[in-house]
């Protein structure tokens, strides 16, 4: 479980930079470009899902690829609302441990959702 939520945090910006370089036709610095952007945020659901699905993968039981997603995607949105909180606490190391672990929440949900359909 480790390792499948290890990937799935460093899937996350991967994801997202493959996904707007090739979004904004290979060319991210001419400007602003929606179809980069979008195609960046579908990547960043998908990447961690397909890295959790991944690694995941390597015993007799396989979890569920779409409750994967589904997983990332409520990670996201919990991410919305833990990152300010982490932004507020003090002293620093502790926000820092509270910014790294709220940014980890895309891949724990994609793990927690793989493992809880595994069959």
């Known amino acids: 479980m480790i390792g499948e939520t290890a990937a799935g ?3 996350m ?3 997202f930079a493959v996904g707007y370089t090739i979004g904004s036709g290979f060319n991210p610095g001419r400007g602003q ?3 980069g952007v979008a195609l960046g945020l579908t990547s960043a659901v998908l990447a961690p899902a397909g890295a959790v699905n991944w690694v995941g993968n390597g015993g007799p039981s396989h979890g569920n690829f779409g409750a994967t997603i589904g997983g990332v ?3 996201y949105g919990a991410l919305y609302f833990a990152l300010p909180v982490a932004l507020k606490a003090k002293p620093m190391p502790l ?3 509270a910014i790294v ?3 980890a929440l895309p891949a724990v949900g994609g793990t927690i959702a793989y493992n809880a359909t595994r069959k």
């Open 73 to 75: 995607a409520l990670g």
């Open 33 to 35: 470009s929606n179809g």
């Open 95 to 97: 926000k820092i441990a």
């Open 101 to 103: 672990a709220a940014f």
């Open 9 to 11: 945090l460093v899937a």
């Open 13 to 15: 910006p991967i994801g």
